[in-house]
């Protein structure tokens, strides 16, 4: 027997529903590549769904428990998107605050002028014939 759009529409919340809490998980632990790759398997759920829900609307087939776990699902989704914007103005900060001390480095560099044994600084040979 062939699949309902009631029964896909459950089948794609949970999933869009696990997907959720893997992503928030991920972006609470600084793992920011992988919530990106899960960002894009919902991608995937989020093209889909609102067409099932449109037409169950439409046939007046969406049940309140369906209606509930949409309403639940897309709170989820608000406080994940709020948590992701929050870690990038965090990194962005970060990032900026890098560039600035890298700036003030280079800018300190002319004046203290170059070591006489450049980058590596004394040759060990030469310490241990002075010793």
């Known amino acids: 027997?062939?699949?309902?759009?009631?029964?896909?529409?459950?089948?794609?919340?949970?999933?869009?529903?696990?997907?959720?809490?893997?992503?928030?998980?991920?972006?609470?632990s600084d793992e920011l590549a992988e919530?990106?790759?899960v960002q894009q398997r919902l991608g995937v759920l989020a093209v889909e769904i609102p067409t099932l829900v449109e037409g169950l609307r439409k046939e007046k087939k969406?049940?309140?428990?369906?209606?509930?776990?949409?309403?639940?699902v897309i709170a989820t989704q608000e406080k994940t998107t709020a948590?992701?914007?929050?870690?990038?103005?965090e990194l962005r900060a970060a990032l900026d605050e890098t560039g600035a001390v890298s700036s003030r480095a280079s800018r300190?560099?002319?004046?203290?002028?170059?070591?006489?044994?450049?980058?590596?600084?004394?040759?060990?040979?030469?310490?241990?014939?002075?010793?």
């Not at 309902?4 to 459950?10: N, P």
């Not at 969406?62 to 639940?72: D, N, P, S, T």
């Not at 004046?111 to 004394?122: L, M, W």
């Open 1 to 28: 027997m062939a699949e309902t759009s009631s029964e896909r529409l459950e089948r794609l919340l949970t999933a869009l529903e696990q997907l959720c809490a893997q992503e928030s998980f991920l972006i609470q």
């Open 35 to 37: 919530a990106a790759k």
């Open 62 to 72: 969406l049940g309140q428990q369906l209606a509930a776990r949409l309403r639940m």
């Open 83 to 89: 948590l992701r914007s929050a870690k990038s103005k």
């Open 108 to 131: 300190l560099r002319p004046v203290y002028g170059r070591s006489p044994y450049g980058s590596q600084g004394p040759k060990p040979s030469a310490l241990d014939a002075s010793g």
